[in-house]
């Protein structure tokens, strides 16, 4: 589903509901509004209850629409023909300076792992150029795990800095009540 179907679909109060699979932090930094945050490490245990309930067309997003993708197959597997993934992600969503809403802002995830990246390489370069040459396996090591993480889409520094305490919910993600309220609000919509 593209950006403007969804922003459409809000406009006139289709039945859509959104279901955001980033970290809870992801999720306090900017969200839709309207969203439930339901982190895809925790949707598996919970895509049965999500298939019982889940009339109309739920619209899943993450950032750029990588872990989305896998949450959909995930659905789909679970026997949920209707869970469609927003194109670009909150990256698109935001790009298109459409309405979000803020719990707590931080410095994404993404930028994270840029930031240490150019750091470590920086002083890995810096140090083998004035005090040994070995440290150029410091720059070689990042290289390669950057590298890594495009191709196989996981990238194991984020996963890391994800886990820090800067990066965790003001809130904890207590899915079992958001799962509840996803259910209610299906309960609650027009047919």
């Known amino acids: 589903m593209t950006i403007t179907e969804l922003w459409r679909a809000q406009q006139v109060g289709g039945r859509i509901r959104i279901l955001d699979v980033r970290t809870p932090s992801e999720f306090e930094n900017t969200h839709i509004a309207g969203a439930y945050n339901v982190p895809l490490d925790q949707l598996a245990e919970h895509a049965g209850d999500l298939r ?26 679970a026997g949920m023909p209707n ?8 990256r698109a969503w935001l790009l298109e300076a459409l309405p ?60 890391l800095l994800a886990r820090l305490p800067y990066n965790r919910a003001a809130t904890l993600c207590d899915t079992e009540s958001i799962i509840q309220r996803f259910i209610a609000e299906e309960d609650r919509s027009p047919r």
Request: proline residues 2%.
């Open 52 to 77: 019982d309930s889940a009339g109309g067309t739920i619209v899943l997003v993450c950032q750029s629409g990588q872990r989305a993708q896998k949450a959909e197959a995930l659905l789909r597997e």
């Open 100 to 159: 979000t809403k803020r719990i707590r802002a931080r410095i994404s995830l993404e930028r994270q792992v840029r930031i240490v990246a150019g750091v470590v390489v920086a002083v890995g370069a810096f140090t083998a150029l004035t005090v040994s040459p070995f440290f150029a396996l410091v720059p070689l090591m990042i290289g390669t795990g950057l590298a890594v993480a495009g191709i196989t889409d996981t990238c194991a520094m984020g996963m």
């Open 83 to 90: 869970a469609r993934v927003l194109e670009g992600g909150m």
